[in-house]
T-cell receptor, first 113, second 109 residues
Framework: EPEVTQTPSHQVTQMGQEVILRCVPISNHLYFYWYRQILGQKVEFLVS????????KSEIFDDQFSVERPDGSNFTLKIRSTKLEDSAMYFCASRDTSKETQYFGPGTRLLVL | GQSLEQPSEVTAVEGAIVQINCTYQ??????LSWYQQHDGGAPTFLSYNALDGLEETGRFSSFLSRSDSYGYLLLQELQMKDSASYFCAVSGGYQKVTFGTGTKLQVIP
């Protein structure tokens, strides 16, 4: 069964550094999402992406964040100048046009020191 | 703004039925989804309701009342593996999804 993949599974970085989280959505899906989940808390929407542009973004998704689809398979989240409070699990998700089902990747656990 | 309220914890006996409620206040509404998340795992989609009424998928059913801004997830014939967190989520904008606070379900023998 097709699945969303994410790399790396874990990332440790120093405060102020830039990180890039990578996702490979399911191949025929056209809608892509990034979410984050701070340990023990709810899943928070960051951004949705369709047709090579951002379709929605949350208040969390400020100028520190950017997304890109650099080629036909990858979908990336870049966090510039990371802060301690960026430490969380980051999930990528994708869905096709006909259903509301979002398929989540296994997540990247980011730790900012 | 968007807010979704769920009970924080529910305990139920194996084989029983449990209902997890969700009330929402959102500036836009397209539909209500439910997700399951085991500890350390990713959310897994369970169901989606865009219209009022009950949707059934095996042991899981989900209900929506748009006029009451209310929905619930019903789990029947509970199994130990159903112990997990359950989140309701509102599709409130063009592609924006807001998750509830989550309900931790513990199934006991």
């Amino acid at each position: 069964e097709p699945e969303v993949t994410q790399t790396p599974s874990h990332q440790v970085t120093q405060m102020g550094q830039e990180v890039i989280l990578r996702c490979v959505p399911i191949s025929n899906h056209l809608y892509f999402y990034w979410y984050r989940q701070i340990l023990g808390q709810k899943v928070e929407f960051l951004v949705s992406f369709y047709n090579n542009e951002i379709s929605e973004k949350s208040e969390i998704f400020d100028d520190q964040f950017s997304v890109e689809r650099p080629d036909g398979s990858n979908f990336t989240l870049k966090i510039r100048s990371t802060k301690l409070e960026d430490s969380a699990m980051y999930f990528c998700a994708s869905r096709d046009t006909s259903k509301e089902t979002q398929y989540f990747g296994p997540g990247t656990r980011l730790l900012v020191l | 703004g968007q807010s979704l309220e769920q009970p924080s914890e529910v305990t139920a006996v194996e084989g029983a039925i449990v209902q997890i409620n969700c009330t929402y206040q959102t500036s836009g509404f397209y539909g209500l989804s439910w997700y399951q998340q085991h500890d350390g795992g990713a959310p897994t989609f369970l169901s989606y309701n865009a219209l009022d009424g009950l949707e059934e998928t095996g042991r899981f059913s989900s209900f929506l009342s748009r006029s009451d801004s209310y929905g619930y997830l019903l789990l029947q014939e509970l199994q130990m593996k159903d112990s997990a967190s359950y989140f309701c989520a509102v599709s409130g904008g063009y592609q924006k999804v807001t998750f509830g606070t989550g309900t931790k379900l513990q199934v006991i023998p």
